[in-house]
Structure formats: C-alpha cells, structure tokens
C-alpha cells in the first residue's frame, strides 16, 4: 500500500513484486495493500507514533469538531480534484474512493463503525452481515449471517450469492481490473503453476472455467443467508478484510463486466442518479429501498450528494472558505494546500469548519542490509538514532501536515506503540549515534548513498535529514529520483550502490499484518526476481516465523499485541527507520454538521453522518 505517484497504488510498482512471490502462504499479506492514497504536501505523497509533543488540540482538531446533531435533508455538495478511477466494488483501489463508496453505496458485510473519537475507529462491527463473523478454532473456515431486509436499489433483497458472485469477479482479472485481489490469496482455491488462480472468473466458459467455479463455489458457499468461507491459511484477521469494497455484493443481473468501471448499483443509502462523469463527477440521491433499521453503519443525513471532482485543491479550500451560496454547503475531499494550512488553524471560525486527521500514510527510510555500509545492526540504529525527525515534518509542512513518527504502525491501529528502541526521541541524538558508530568499530565519515523520490518539498526534506546525519558522524550523498520511483528501487539492477531507500506506506484495514508482513516478511518478499517491497532485503527467520504465527492469533487484542512485538524487534534491529505519519487538513462549509475524520479509513472526511444545516 504504498504510493507512486498522484492517484497511483503502491500499486503498478509494487502489485508485480508481489505476484512474483507466487503461491505461497504470506502472499496474501502482499496483495492484501494495494490501496491507492492521495497526495498533499506539495509532492511528498502522504501515503506511527513517536513521543514527540503535539500541538495543543485547540489549534490543531483531529477527528471532530462542532456540535453533533441529527439533522435530514439538504444538499451537500464534495468537492475533489480527482479523478475517481473505478466505482465498480471489486474496482475500486483508491483507500480514499473506497471510504467514500463504503458510507455512501458499497456495503460489506463488515465495516468499521464511526466515530468521533479516534481510538474506537477501529471498532468493527457487522454490517451486511449481522455481526463479525464465526470462525473455525484453526482460522480456515469463516461463516456470517446475512439481515434479511437490505435491499438493493431496485427493491430486491441483497442475498448471499450476490456477495459471492461479486467476490468472484475479482477472479476475473482480465476483466475486472485495479482492485485488491486478496480474494485470490485467502481462499481456497488451488493456483497454476505460475501462481495464478484455477478459477478464471464468473465470466469464462468451458470446462476449466467449469471446474474453477466448482472449486470457487466450496471455497465460497451459500447455506439460506449464510455465507461460508474456506481459507487456504489460518487467517485471524479475516473478518477485517472484508471490510473492503472488493469483498461486497454485485447482483448479477446488473452486472456491466468490462464496461462497469463507473456503474453503480447501490445497496446503500444513496445512488447514482443518472451516470457518473470522468473528470467531473455525478450526483448521489436517496436509495429509496434503503432502511436506516437495516444498517447500523449509516446514518444518511443529506437528502442529496454532488460529487464534483476536477477541481485543484486550492481552489476548492477558497471557495469553501468564502462560504458563498454554494461553498457554506461543501466539503473538501483533498487536504488543503500547505500555504494556507496555518492561516485555517490559526482563525477560530475556520479552526471550527476544519479537521486535520492522521491519515495513516506513515514516511520511513530503510537501510540496505546487503551492502557494506548497512550489513551491521550498530550501523543501522546509529543512523536512526542520527535521524531528526521534528526537522523532516517541518520541512514537509509543518504539524498541520504531518506528526514525527518512530514507527511503521500508524496511530490508529490497535497495534501502534511509542516505543523507542534506540533511545534517540523524534529530534534524534548524534552523540549517542557516535557511540553506536565507535561500538560497530566503523571509521567516519560513515559514507553512504540515500534514494528518494525528488521534487521542491522532498528535496527539502532530505536536506534537513542530511544536517543531522552529518552531525552525527555520517556522510551522505543523496540520489533524487523522479519517475517510477518504486519500481527503480525495487530492481536489483537500477538500485545497485543505494544504501538507504525512502519509502512510504498505509494499512488496508486495522492491523499490523496489513504493514509488517508486506514489507518485511523475507518468505514473500525476497525472490530472485527483486526485494518485493522489502528493499533493504532484510531478513530474519525468527521474526518470519513469528509474523506467521501471529497471523494466526484468533484473539484480535492479542494479536495485535503480536504485532507490536513484531514492530519492537524490527526497530531494535534498524530494519527501518520510521519518519513521519501523514495529517490531511479538510475544510467545510458554515452550514456543514458533524464534520469529522476517520483514521482508519485513511484520515478522510466520515461520511457515514455527515449532515447539512436546515
């Protein structure tokens, strides 16, 4: 779940290394991120949590402002740059997209319930389904039970085989493209010798695709309004997977195939009014078949939602701000520019129509472990120790754009921590950085090369890393890079004589195995092919074998209790150097209520009950 670039996924560039990985166990935990985020701070991509003082909450709101209040009707009108690249469920690969299809037409049979507070955006609840699930004692064998009044937008009941028939056509790869294909990877369905699935998709005919089916239909089986499903691995956190667009329900009948990029077909509380435009947006009005009885994720306050994309963010953030007719009922789906973000913070009648979120997209550096410079851990937590945090976030904007951060886990996981390994806090510490230099027995300067993806804010940035690096005894040189950033340093050939690769990523639901395996795990990610999205290439068996278990902890506090035990022994080893979660800035207008963020859907604004004055 890394990003590219604008509205690219960790995507293209890192989609390809984990196919590479082939059939084996962890390779579920690779596909299971490919999610799309959204740029803001002026070019450093925004795809946890240090001990770094925050801001007071008074200049900076994070999750909610303003009195709630349970209001219908009006309105709302949301304002993006865009563009949308799928409405299709089983598309949709954007974190930001699926956020928003989630609360307003896509439903799953899981969800993460709303909120206002932070630390209970986690919480998640049944949503389709009627509670979280019944799993089998060894995590290979799911079952939900289905409310029996949703309805879709034609009136007719969403029933158990329309959520397996859209879950197959994600199988459909040749036709239904760019979305998370974690379907593949969990379920039980036997793989090609090139890793690809047996079953091709709802849409092949013939007697193999006759067999897939069969095969796709023990692996997903429909028992009334029960749905079961069987896993090729133990799976502890299957129930949060679901949560995604990608594992909702299609009604076959509706179903556009390769020309369904934008249909949508709600079983939600809104739907497309006519059709959605590229490059412009559409119109969300009431799902008259929806009942608020049957979906307690919901609330669908707005009789009406213009979706309007297109538009630069800082025209948006101005023309939200003037609160004109249109504007007092708008709200920004992009984060505000950086040069206007202290001017909305500072102002207490903006500071009241503004949240700013972390937005879980955390910045890290990782150390290459097979070169000369970085093979040894004391080299490797000397340079973490060396690396000043507070200065990078400054450089990228300031506490409205980002929060120091030592870790990979974003704050709004149940598994973030504030441990600190190394000892150094977020301003970092050159002498004890020398000490761990002169314990590894080095000579300095400690000479190395550093990669990042270049332009005006990043250059910035790593010139304030580099002025604590060299006080601390090292001497960096840095390597920009502009295009195909991630997939350059993720060649063995392009990214030969880099010591230190820059690096950004984000969680596709509430847990540490959607961060830590994916980028760490040496079984998935280092093949003859390339380091996958581990570009340092570090590997520990033990820790692999850890990763494996923990992803097998039925138990969910206790196994995110794993996985900060896991992100412990990572940071004690310099596997990665953490740098910064990113913070979105979103603004409304005057007549805009319950403005609020949720962090785990990727600190975007909640639509799950917004509302519009009357």
């Known amino acids: 779940m890394g990003t590219r670039r604008e509205r690219t996924s960790a995507g293209a560039a890192t989609r390809s290394a984990r196919h590479r990985s082939g059939p084996r166990r962890p390779l579920r935990l690779l596909l299971a991120v490919v999610v799309v985020v959204t740029v803001v701070a002026a070019g450093v991509v925004y795809l946890g949590r240090g001990p770094a003082t925050a801001p007071a909450d008074d200049t900076r709101p994070a999750s909610a402002v303003g009195d709630r209040v349970d209001t219908r009707g009006g309105t709302l009108n949301a304002l993006t740059l865009g563009p949308v690249a799928a409405w299709d469920p089983q598309r949709i690969s954007s974190q930001a997209d699926a956020a928003f299809a989630g609360r307003v037409f896509a439903r799953t049979l899981t969800a993460y319930a709303p909120s206002t507070d932070a630390q209970d955006q986690a919480r998640l609840v049944g949503d389709l389904a009627t509670g979280t699930g019944t799993a089998s004692k060894d995590l290979r064998t799911w079952s939900f039970t289905l409310r029996p009044d949703v309805k879709w937008q034609d009136g007719s009941t969403v029933t158990c085989e329309d959520v397996a028939y ?184 903006l500071q009241e129509r503004s949240v700013n979120p972390l937005t879980g997209v955390v910045d890290y550096l990782v150390p290459n472990t097979r070169g000369s410079v970085f093979s040894r851990e004391k080299v490797r937590l000397a340079l973490a120790a060396a690396t000043n945090r507070d200065a990078y976030v400054t450089a990228i904007g300031g506490e409205t754009a980002a929060e120091p951060s030592l870790s990979l886990l974003p704050s709004a996981l149940p598994s973030s921590h504030d441990g600190d390994p190394v000892g150094a806090g977020t301003r970092g510490d050159p002498s004890k ?37 060299r006080e601390a005894g090292f001497d960096p040189k840095t390597k920009p890079l502009d295009d195909d950033y991630f997939t350059t340093i993720a060649d063995p050939d392009t990214s030969k004589g880099i010591d230190v690769f820059w690096s950004n990523w984000a969680p596709a639901w509430a847990s540490g195995s959607t961060v830590l395996p994916p980028l760490f795990d040496s079984t998935i ?14 590997e520990d068996t033990k820790l692999d074998e850890q990763m494996t278990k923990t992803s097998a902890v039925a138990d969910r506090e206790a196994r995110e209790r794993g996985w900060t035990d896991v992100d412990r022994r990572l940071l004690q080893q310099g596997a990665y150097i953490g740098l910064a979660e990113r913070r979105a800035l979103y603004v409304a207008g005057a007549d805009i209520r319950n403005l609020s963020a949720n962090t785990v859907l990727g600190g975007v604004v909640e639509f799950a009950d917004i509302a519009v004055a009357r």
């Open 433 to 469: 950085a020398k000490a761990l230099l002169r314990a590894a027995g080095v000579s300095t300067p400690v000479r190395f090369t550093v990669a990042y993806r270049s332009d005006a804010t990043a250059d910035k940035a790593m010139a304030a890393l580099v002025a604590g690096w």
């Open 166 to 349: 859209g879950i197959s056509r994600t199988f459909a790869t040749d036709t239904v493209t760019g979305g998370p294909t974690d379907a593949l990877a969990v379920l039980a369905i036997a793989r090609n010798t090139d890793g690809t699935s047996t079953y091709p998709g709802p849409y092949a005919t013939g007697k193999k695709a006759e067999a897939g089916q069969k095969a796709f239909d023990k692996a997903v089986s429909c028992d009334g309004r029960t749905i079961t499903f069987s896993l090729s691995t133990p799976t502890g956190d299957f129930a949060e997977m679901l949560t995604q667009p990608a594992f909702g329900p299609v009604k076959k009948s509706a179903d556009m195939g390769a020309d369904g990029t934008y249909a949508v077909f709600s079983a939600g509380p809104y739907m497309l009014r006519g059709t959605w435009e590229p490059g412009r947006g559409g119109v969300f009005v009431r799902n008259p078949h929806w009942s608020a009885d049957s979906d307690p994720v919901r609330k669908a306050y707005p009789d009406e939602i213009h979706y309007q994309e297109g538009m630069d963010t800082e025209a948006i953030a101005q023309q939200v701000l003037a609160d004109n007719a249109s504007g007092r009922t708008s709200v920004s789906l992009g984060s505000a520019p950086p040069a206007i973000q202290q001017q909305i913070t500072a102002v207490q009648s």
């Open 525 to 538: 990610n280092l093949t003859k092919d390339g380091p996958g999205r581990d570009y340092g290439y570090f």
